[in-house]
């Protein structure tokens, strides 16, 4: 394994094996840190970890215990992989995670970099833009567990940390990876060795990439990792034959979870296109009155792709939360959907479509998946994933894809290639 990879959530690690695996490594996805060795053919190792929401503490521990399997497999770089719109809170847990990883690899220059310009998130000036809007006024601003108040990367990643924070502007990138590498060691330099970088185009991102030749470790969303398969082709260590896809026939189900614009915008086109679709009420679901059980029965009715889903309005999201208490309601739909997915998969579904980071992350967890191998785009973002011998998947961030992305990802998964 040359390159060792720690995501946060379960999708956005499988965006990252996107990014990977278009640039022609192999790449498998391993849900939590494996107790075994990995197969010597994989050339990028990532371990998805469910600690984008845990105690700062916990998702250290993970992340370290992640780090240390990796670096068993003989890792020459480390990638800490977190999303694109820098979801976290003012006390962690990238900062904190970022710190206890650079500690062991005694990495004094890291640089930080979320942007991923194909899906509209781009860095300039240190902050953080979603499509033309700041990231403070694009819907983020409302996210039920990490809401996103502030743009400047550098003010939110400095309450998270220790160490000061640099920041390499988009003018210093357009110059080059040795432009980009002496601006990152003169800020280590002076005191801030967690660098924020600029960056608004793919050629930008490939230009990071580059500077980040033999660094013991980088940070950043998926589009990060654009330009570090090349360094390792360079060297002529990866294989020069790609994996093969084949898709999965079969029944398939759509679980969305996501209260983000974009997924509540699909759940509308797919409704719209005469699928079945069922609202789950949190409510019932808190009360017992409506189970798992009882979603799986009625999916396994249904013609089509049928859709279950409880993308609310935020309002409706918030006044749940209030009633009922935050960290109650996201636990009980995460049970929901990861108990709905063993129904469903036990019913004979064999393509598998989830929503949203926790939704997904349930869902993998639910279905005790060890291993996930990373196959064609989807979307920009989002690949096909072979879970099995009977079983494929798209696990989708909440405002990733197009309007139609559930019917797109329904016909992928069941290409036969």
């Not at 022609?24 to 060795?37: A, D, F, I, L």
């Not at 480390?78 to 990495?107: H, Q």
């Not at 580059?210 to 330009?227: E, H, K």
């Not at 789950?280 to 396994?300: H, K, Q, Y």
Request: a negative charge; hydrophobic letters at 40%; aromatic letters at 6%.
């Amino acid at each position: 394994m040359l390159l060792g990879c720690i995501g946060d959530d379960f999708t956005g690690s499988s965006d990252l094996g996107n990014t990977l695996a278009k640039a022609g490594m192999r790449v498998v996805q391993y849900s939590g840190v494996p107790t075994g060795p990995a197969d010597p053919d994989v050339e990028a190792g990532i371990v998805a970890l469910k600690s984008r929401s845990l105690p700062v503490e916990e998702a250290v521990r993970l992340s370290l215990e992640a780090l240390e399997w990796l670096q068993e497999q003989g890792c020459q770089q480390i990638l800490f992989k977190y999303c694109s719109t820098f979801d976290s809170t003012p006390e962690g847990n990238i900062g904190p995670v970022a710190e206890a990883l650079a500690r062991e690899l005694e990495a004094d220059q890291v640089i930080f970099c979320p942007a991923f310009p194909a899906a509209g998130r781009t860095v300039y000036q240190g902050c953080l833009f979603v499509g033309d809007r700041l990231l403070n006024d694009s819907g983020m601003e409302n996210h039920p567990l990490t809401p996103m108040t502030d743009p400047d990367l550098r003010r939110w990643l400095a309450l998270q940390s220790t160490v000061g924070v640099g920041h390499v502007p988009a003018a210093t990138v357009w110059q080059g990876a040795d432009a980009v590498r002496d601006r990152i060691a003169a800020e280590s330099d002076a005191g801030k060795p967690f660098v924020i970088c600029d960056a608004i185009r793919d050629e930008d991102l490939l230009t990071l990439g580059a500077a980040a030749d033999g660094a013991p470790l980088i940070t950043g969303g998926s589009g990060i990792a654009l330009g570090l398969p090349e360094n390792f082709r360079r060297q002529g260590l990866l294989s020069p034959e790609p994996p093969v896809w084949e898709g999965q026939v079969g029944r398939v189900a759509v679980l969305s979870g996501s209260c983000s614009r974009a997924t509540r915008g699909q759940v509308a086109h797919h409704i719209g296109l005469g699928e079945a679709a069922l609202e789950i009420d949190p409510r019932e679901v808190l009360a017992g009155t409506f189970g798992a059980m009882d979603a799986a029965e009625w999916v396994l009715g249904q013609d089509g792709a049928p859709l279950v889903f409880s993308s609310a309005d935020p309002r409706t999201v918030r006044a749940v939360q209030a009633e009922y208490g935050t960290e109650e309601v996201a636990h009980a739909l995460e049970e929901f959907f990861a108990d709905l997915a063993r129904y469903l998969v036990d019913g004979g579904v064999t393509r598998l479509i989830t929503a949203g980071g926790e939704t997904s992350g349930a869902v993998v967890e639910g279905l005790e998946l060890g291993q996930l191998d990373i196959g064609p785009e989807i979307a920009p973002g989002v690949p096909a994933i072979r879970a099995g011998e009977d079983l494929v998947l798209a696990l989708k961030s909440g405002n990733f894809g197009a309007e139609d992305f559930f019917d797109r990802a329904a016909r992928m998964l069941g290409d036969e290639g």
